[in-house]
């Protein structure tokens, strides 16, 4: 097996490990009223995500496996929605402004769409 998918597997792994425990502790913490641990996850994961991408690009020099392994394997794992905001991020650096808005509106608004339809659907059968 390609040596990128084996850290492409650790990195995913450690990133669900993190994602279990940051997400259990907030809501030991705070309890259930409102989805705390999910928003801790997601803005420290685009934290954490800007914060490398950043360094990366400009401090340290890492292997394209490395690389593929923290940003797409952990944060992937951690969270999806510091992917999309990356993604985001990429549109407006290429002065893609409409292209942005228009990606973080169909990501969340037809992601909610689509769990709704299907939630709907569900409870029907």
Excluded: H
């Amino acid at each position: 097996m390609d040596k990128k998918i084996w850290w492409l597997m650790l990195g995913g792994a450690l990133g669900t490990l993190a994602r279990y425990c940051l997400a259990g502790y907030v809501y030991r913490w705070s309890g259930s009223g409102f989805p705390w641990g999910t928003v801790v996850v997601n803005v420290t994961g685009c934290v954490v995500a800007g914060t490398l991408w950043g360094v990366f690009e400009e401090r340290w020099v890492v292997s394209p496996e490395l690389r593929t392994a923290v940003m797409v394997g952990f944060l992937g794992a951690f969270t999806t929605f510091s992917t999309m905001i990356v993604e985001t991020n990429e549109l407006l650096r290429l002065g893609q402004w409409w292209a942005a808005v228009g990606n973080l509106l169909l990501q969340n608004g037809l992601g909610w769409l689509a769990f709704w339809t299907a939630l709907t659907v569900a409870r029907q059968l």
